[in-house]
Nanobody, 122 residues
């Protein structure tokens, strides 16, 4: 069992930056692939970024490539999402997930945080 708590969301102007953090409980954190997802009002949850548990291989949605960076610190049981050059369309609730995997064509996670709101004003 893994419990996840996100932080770092807020209101930012377009072009600005935010860094989200996800603190995880549980001694097996370092063995999970971790990821970030987001859900805008009226839309389905979508994959944003993931990082593998072993060598830290990263994967990004096309919409955030070159702007967002996922990283992890296994000594602190924390995963981060650095978001630069934010756009109004990045506005969403952002969720951290643990044990991320691909099921069919869908990237999903087994454990989820409660989410943190990111609002980008134009």
């Amino acid at each position: 069992q893994v419990q996840l708590v996100e932080s770092g969301g807020g209101l930012v102007q377009a072009g600005g930056s935010l860094r989200l953090s996800c603190a995880a409980s549980g001694r097996t954190f370092s063995m999970y692939n971790m990821g970030w997802f987001r859900q805008a009002p009226g839309k389905e949850r979508e994959f944003v970024a993931a990082i593998s548990w072993s060598v830290g291989t990263t994967n990004y949605a096309d919409s955030v490539k070159g702007r967002f960076t996922i990283s992890r610190d296994n000594t602190k049981n924390t995963v981060y999402l650095q978001m630069n050059s934010l756009k109004p369309e990045d506005t969403a609730a952002y969720y951290c997930a643990a044990d991320v995997s691909t099921v069919g064509l869908t990237i999903t996670g087994r454990y989820w945080g409660q989410g943190t709101q990111v609002t980008v004003s134009s």
